[in-house]
Each structure stands twice: as structure tokens, then as C-alpha cells.
């Protein structure tokens, strides 16, 4: 079992910045790839980014390419998202996932209960 609780969500202008970020318990973190996932108002959720174990690979949607950046420390358990040049179009929950590298929600066996991040303009 891997327990998962975001933070760091907010409201925050377009062109503004925001860190989320997710502390993990449970199994060895180091263990697993994690993974940012988003759902919007009325749509399905979607991949944001996800790294690899050791923090060696990550992989992002075209959407967010060049302005968020993931990252993991995994002495302190945690991942992280970087968020910049936020747009209207990012308003989201955002959610944290464990599980396997890659992009699609099946690969990911635990979820956290989300954080909203509201980006007005």
C-alpha cells in the first residue's frame, strides 16, 4: 500500500507559479514511478508528467512541455510539480499517482485525493 497526499495547490494569476507537491508512505518510495495527473470541470483526467524511480527519465504532455518540471526527492519521499507561465487553461485537480513510468492512467495503482489549482486571467 502506498498512502499519497498532495499539496500546494492555490488560486494564482496567468503567468504565475505555483509547487505542488506530494508526500508518499507506505512501500519504498524509491520503488515506484510517480506521476502528476489532471482533471478539469467536465472532462476526463489527464496525464500531466510522470518520472522514473530514480528520477533519471520524466515525460510530460505537449501541454505542459517547457513551463512545468517534475521532480522527486527520494530521501524525503516526495515528487514534485513545478508549475510556470500558468494559463487559464491549466485549472485543475491535480493528482499524484504511484505505479508504473509512463503516461497512461492504467498504469498507476494509487492515487492521492487531488489539490485544485485554480489559474484565473
Known amino acids: 500500500q502506498v498512502q499519497l497526499v498532495e499539496s500546494g495547490g492555490g488560486l494564482v494569476q496567468a503567468g504565475g507559479s505555483l509547487r505542488l507537491s506530494c508526500a508518499a508512505s507506505g512501500r519504498t518510495f524509491s520503488s515506484t514511478s510517480m506521476g502528476w495527473f489532471r482533471q478539469a470541470p467536465g472532462k476526463e483526467r489527464e496525464f500531466v508528467a510522470t518520472i522514473s524511480r530514480s528520477g533519471s527519465s520524466t515525460l510530460y504532455a505537449d501541454s505542459v512541455k517547457g513551463r512545468f518540471t517534475i521532480s522527486r526527492d527520494n530521501a524525503k519521499n516526495t515528487v514534485y510539480l513545478q508549475m510556470n507561465n500558468l494559463k487559464p487553461e491549466d485549472t485543475a485537480v491535480y493528482y499524484c499517482?504511484?505505479?508504473?513510468?509512463?503516461?497512461?492512467?492504467?498504469?498507476?495503482?494509487?492515487w492521492g485525493q487531488g489539490t485544485q489549482v485554480t489559474v484565473s486571467s
Open positions: 499517482a504511484a505505479g508504473l513510468y509512463g503516461s497512461l492512467i492504467a498504469k498507476y495503482d494509487y
